[in-house]
């Protein structure tokens, strides 16, 4: 049947008219793009090209001299990473402290969150501001301070506890550092199940309370399980925080110089650039890297993969 004269006329308005929706979600979508681009491919693409290169010295001869330049490797780098021992202790060390730190903290989150989504608690605001604040602390000076609470000559309520009470004996400094780490983060884990708790659509709680379900009954059996999401999400990210663990442990080794330059993978990461340890240089160094990247993203994998198994 053919087209009215109207109907002709409205079906190049709607291309014109869909193509400008387009373009105007592309020009929004764009800011993000480009520092999608600069502050994550880039990145990403330059390490990888600096792991396969090594930086010599130009001169060559017995004592070398010259300048530095880079020298094509292959994954000669990526290989010394992967049979580092230093490397895979330091990792041990962090999945250690992944195993006592994230429960910790994951439950503390959950706990507030909970407790900021019943009735027993007024002022809400004042108590979610409270909660999230130390995480408003930049993370070198909350180490900073943490480390002088630590500190024997220095802390003011070490005299108040037992005898022999050591915060930083090579046997406890693990849970000293996750005492720190757990102080900052779960205010902003709380947040995340606050806003899912938020979510959950109020129906449910009167539904149960009509069917005479008590608020631990409607606490476990209807908000936790609502909040798988958000747990899998707040996980997934203290995995990978965890494997970047970084500004705790060098606080630390600055006043207990027995945990040496590579006590974690990514403070051997950084002491190989900085010409501390050996091998040194930006390639070795982002060898490093990339190599936690492949670790941290195979647990968070496992991890996401187990979650999904055990919904369905």
Do not use: C
């Amino acid at each position: 049947m053919p087209l009215t004269l109207e109907a002709k006329n409205k079906s190049p308005r709607r291309s014109v008219r869909s193509g400008r929706k387009g373009l105007t979600g592309f020009l929004f979508l764009l800011p993000f793009l480009v520092l999608f681009v600069v502050v994550f491919l880039i990145p990403i693409i330059v390490s990888i090209r600096s792991a396969l290169f090594a930086q010599v010295a130009s001169g060559g001869g017995l004592y070398g001299g010259g300048e530095l330049v880079d020298q094509f490797v292959g994954l000669d780098n990526l290989v010394a990473a992967a049979t580092n021992g230093a490397f895979w202790k330091g990792m041990g060390r962090v999945a250690l402290f992944g195993l006592v730190q994230i429960p910790l903290m994951i439950g503390s989150g959950l706990f507030l969150a909970l407790l900021l989504d019943s009735f027993i608690v007024r002022r809400v605001a004042f108590f979610r501001l409270a909660f999230f604040l130390p995480y408003a602390v930049p993370g070198v000076i909350a180490a900073m301070m943490w480390a002088y609470l630590y500190t024997p000559q220095l802390s003011p309520f070490l005299e108040y506890l037992p005898d022999g009470t050591n915060f930083m004996a090579p046997n406890v400094i693990i849970l000293s550092m996750a005492n720190m780490t757990t102080w900052t983060f779960t205010g902003y884990n709380m947040l995340i199940f606050l806003a899912a708790l938020q979510a959950i659509p109020r129906e449910l709680y009167e539904a149960a309370a009509m069917d005479g379900a008590t608020g631990f009954q409607v606490a476990t059996r209807i908000k936790i399980p609502l909040m798988r999401g958000a747990a899998l999400l707040a996980i997934l990210l203290s995995i990978i925080g965890t494997v970047q663990l970084f500004n705790e442990p060098v606080i630390m080794q600055s006043v207990n110089q027995w945990m040496g330059n590579d006590y974690t993978p990514m403070m051997l990461a950084y002491n190989s650039l900085m010409g501390q340890v050996t091998p040194s240089g930006s390639g070795p160094a982002s060898a490093i890297s990339l190599l936690m990247a492949i670790i941290a993203g195979a647990l968070a994998a496992i991890y996401a993969f187990a979650q999904r198994q055990k919904g369905e």
